[in-house]
């Protein structure tokens, strides 16, 4: 048994510690906010926060987000409230197939905790290796600025 911190809660995993994270978190904890896109490292559609920086959960494994505050998508609203960039996504109407879009939020928390007034540049440069296979990539950029108001 191994205990994880996810979403500010202690739970109980009885995965094997070679397990990757994002298995852990969607077949055995139920958050299937996460999503299986490559299983490879190279989609983002993974994408979670250990210790508030961005990782592509599939290519961790679980011996390695052990002590680590995990968050996912489900741990973003607060007290009923949405987080700004999920409210900025569902505004600038993002959403397309929506696959992508738990991995794109969660790597956008975390470029506007690091820099909270991002370029242009600066964002198309963060999120780039974050990929939407319906090309919704204007709307991200600009949901992103608005949350960043
Ligand atoms: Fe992890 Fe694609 S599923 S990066």
Redesign the pocket.
Known sequence: MMELQVNGIKRAVSAGAGTSL?YVLRDELDLTGT?????????????VLMDGKAV????VPLRAAEGKQVTTIEGLEKEGKLHPVQEAFLNVDVFQCGYCAPGMIMSAVALLKDNPKPSQEEIVDYMNGNICRCGTYPRIVRAIQEASN
């Not at 896109?37 to 993974?46: I, P, S, T």
């Not at 592509?56 to 290519?59: E, T």
Request: net charge positive; proline share 0%; glycine share 22%.
């Open positions: 994002l999503k299986y896109g490559c299983g490879e490292g190279q989609c983002g559609a993974c994408t592509r959960s599939c290519s």
